[in-house]
T-cell receptor
Framework: AQSVTQPDIHITVSEGASLELRCNYS??????LFWYVQSPGQGLQLLLK??????LVQGIKGFEAEFKRSQSSFNLRKPSVHWSDAAEYFC?????????????FGRGTSLIVHP | DAGVIQSPRHEVTEMGQEVTLRCKPI?????LFWYRQTMMRGLELLIY????????DSGMPEDRFSAKMPNASFSTLKIQPSEPRDSAVYFC??????????????????FGPGTRLLVL
């Protein structure tokens, strides 16, 4: 079974600073990988996903993530954070084969943005 | 597309009452998922359906919880009787899922806005 670890429960950054949110996964093969964002009082919105190919994935709202097989990581990055990026971020992994199609979500990282 | 639709958005009820949460998945999606989110336990998968058939309900916490999907465009999650510890945000999500050939998009879940349940 796959698992996901988001080591940071909270991250605080200043507006305009760069951001990196960590995500590590455990899975026997290359999985499908996702990042979701949840703004306060809202549902989860898909930011980006990795299925195959280029390991650097571009998403919405200026986010990108890089899949590193050797490190079993899929970290989310943004070069300059805006106050509106304050939210909860979830990494998810789903099996690329086997037919279960059930993703496993991390516990989330809460992003706080200081003006 | 309107996305995944959930109703009600907020529900306040008293302990012992029956609660019914509703979900309309994205048209054309074959899989539907019910999640519960709490501060203590994070996001938990309760049950998921494929082609209207429940595939795995191992996440359903107790017999008080039940879910149905009578057709491809509607699902319900029922709690009877409700208890204060059921207070949480309940999300419905849908994906292309099984039965979709030639695409990796089957894995991508799209979430509804959630139902905030408070059981007093």
């Amino acid at each position: 079974a796959q698992s996901v670890t988001q080591p940071d429960i909270h991250i605080t950054v200043s507006e305009g600073a760069s951001l990196e949110l960590r995500c590590n996964y455990s899975y026997g093969a290359t999985p499908y990988l996702f990042w979701y964002v949840q703004s306060p009082g809202q549902g989860l919105q898909l930011l980006l996903k990795y299925f195959s190919g280029d390991t650097l994935v571009q998403g919405i709202k200026g986010f990108e993530a890089e899949f590193k097989r050797s490190q079993s990581s899929f970290n989310l990055r943004k070069p300059s954070v805006h106050w509106s990026d304050a939210a909860e971020y979830f990494c998810a992994v789903a099996p690329a084969s086997g037919g279960s199609y059930i993703p496993t979500f991390g516990r989330g990282t809460s992003l706080i943005v200081h003006p | 597309d309107a996305g995944v639709i959930q109703s009600p958005r907020h529900e306040v009820t008293e302990m012992g009452q029956e609660v019914t949460l509703r979900c309309k998945p994205i048209s054309g999606h074959n899989s539907l998922f019910w999640y519960r989110q709490t501060m203590m336990r994070g996001l938990e998968l309760l049950i998921y359906f494929n082609n209207n058939v429940p595939i795995d309900d191992s996440g359903m916490p107790e017999d008080r919880f039940s879910a149905k999907m009578p057709n491809a465009s509607f699902s319900t999650l029922k709690i009877q009787p409700s208890e204060p510890r059921d207070s949480a945000v309940y999300f419905c999500a849908s994906s292309l899922g099984w039965g979709t050939s030639g695409t990796q998009e089957k894995e991508t879940q799209y979430f509804g806005p959630g139902t905030r349940l408070l059981v007093l």
